[in-house]
């Protein structure tokens, strides 16, 4: 892989191990659309490049993201951004990182809110240090977050409960509830987050190539990634709409 250098993103390589790690700390990790149009340039790299066979994403020891750009999307919502475009990376970036074909986990420190929530979930796995809040304050503004996802892991009716009333930081999910709900896959101390997850990817990428591929395309299938998942995103540009149009 290239050296290429981002300015919102670090991309490093540990051996078939690459670690994207987000590098907005003034901002929360806050994903732009500069940043996630890095990440999407840096999967697209990872993924042709053979000797990687695992990807990490990491938000720091402070914070994963605090999801979507407040400014840009203040701005879609006042009229003066670009709303179109918005949808659009919006949903280009959801699909990349869904449709990402090699292993992909979430290491998190922190909190993962909104937008972070949801990207969190989208990874194939995910590992937490204990103290980590999650929840979806977006839904206060009258935005939706992606439910699907959740579904997949919790059931419905639990679903339903998080994307709905964990809206305030009363109601966040913590990481040792997120972990005993399977939202998350291991639970770990402050400072072991992305060790513990190296290791983890290091342990999976030891089984054939092609088993965990083939694993990995199956939960593809099980998502019905065209059809669910563009409902889902279409869903979210009407509750989008919705706060236009007030």
Not at 42 to 66: H, I, P
Not at 155 to 174: D, M, P, S
């Amino acid at each position: 892989m290239a050296n290429k250098e981002y300015q919102f993103i670090l991309v490093e390589q540990k051996g078939k191990i690459a670690i994207i790690k987000l590098n907005r700390p003034e901002k929360k990790n806050a994903l732009s659309e500069s940043m996630r149009a890095e990440i999407i340039e840096a999967l697209d790299s990872l993924k042709e490049e053979k000797r990687v066979k695992a990807v990490v994403l990491y938000g720091g020891e402070e914070v994963f993201t605090a999801g979507f750009d407040r400014d840009e999307v203040q701005a879609v919502i006042q009229g003066t951004g670009d709303y179109q475009h918005f949808v659009d990376s919006n949903h280009l970036f959801h699909q990349k990182i869904f449709e990402f074909p090699k292993l992909l986990i979430a290491a998190i420190n922190g909190y993962a809110l909104a937008g972070g929530f949801d990207l969190a979930v989208i990874c194939h796995l995910r590992i937490a240090s204990k103290g980590t809040l999650f929840g979806h304050p977006e839904i206060r503004f009258g935005a939706c977050p992606l439910l699907f996802p959740y579904i997949t892991l919790v059931g419905r009716g639990k679903a339903l409960e998080i994307t709905l009333n964990t809206g305030t930081r009363e109601t966040f999910l913590t990481a040792e509830e997120a972990y005993r709900l399977n939202i998350i896959n291991k639970l770990v101390e402050k400072g072991e987050v992305l060790d513990e997850t190296i290791k983890m990817a290091k342990q999976i990428i030891q089984s054939p190539e092609h088993a965990v591929s083939q694993l990995l395309q199956v939960n593809n299938i099980f998502f019905d990634q065209v059809k669910t998942f563009d409902d889902e995103i279409e869903s979210i540009v009407r509750s989008m709409s919705g706060l236009l149009n007030k």
